[in-house]
């Protein structure tokens, strides 16, 4: 009985960005309180299958990991780091992740990767990633990343990088130029997540995070 448990027993893998950029937000709340609440969802719904779960904090390197563990002062321990974490660098690097991930938890988990996946070139990483594992992708997303209201001039920061650039958004050449690469980026995300065989879901700060969450269960639920 021991064994048989031990070979149902899965283990959950939450891979968290903690870059600048998720510290922004325009409508209902930031992108890391977001996570946070999302990494909690899903870290008491693990303990409720009896899972295991283990976090791994990364900007464009990996800040910490908790290796995968079971029982309510594991889960405490988690959401107390995701409360009070501050990364240490400002970039977002998902393959540095994704190589992490392989080399440390070296049997099948789900790992959920929980980014605004602004990052590029990680197309190989994840795919080979998800051959040892089950990746899922939760992008998080704010709406004045798509499309921003005609307030006049503003001057917009890059969190990440910290350069400023200035914006004209009353300009509609400007607003169509800006919403244009908006959905160039996510095309180009969702191509890449869908080439590489890997179930996703896009979260809004201002919108509930129930729905799109269930139906990606679901989804997954059927494909099996």
Known sequence: VKVFEEERELTVMLLVDVSASDGTGSKGQLKK????????????????????????FFSDRVEKFIPPKKGKSHILRIIRTLLNFEPQHKDTNI???????????????????????????????????NKRHDLVALRINDELENEIPNIGLIQILDPETGKTVWFDSANKKSQIE???NAQRFADSTNSTLKKAGIDSAVIYTNKPFVKPLVQLFKRREGSK
């Open 95 to 129: 393959t540095e992740a994704l190589n992490y991930l392989s080399g440390v938890i070296k049997k099948k988990s789900t790992a959920f990767i929980i980014s605004d996946f602004l990052d590029y070139n990680y197309e190989k990483a994840i795919k080979i990633a």
């Open 178 to 180: 800006y919403k244009a």
């Open 33 to 56: 309180d977001l996570i946070t609440e999302l990494c909690a969802v899903l870290a008491f719904s693990a303990i409720q299958n009896n899972d295991k779960i283990g976090v791994l």
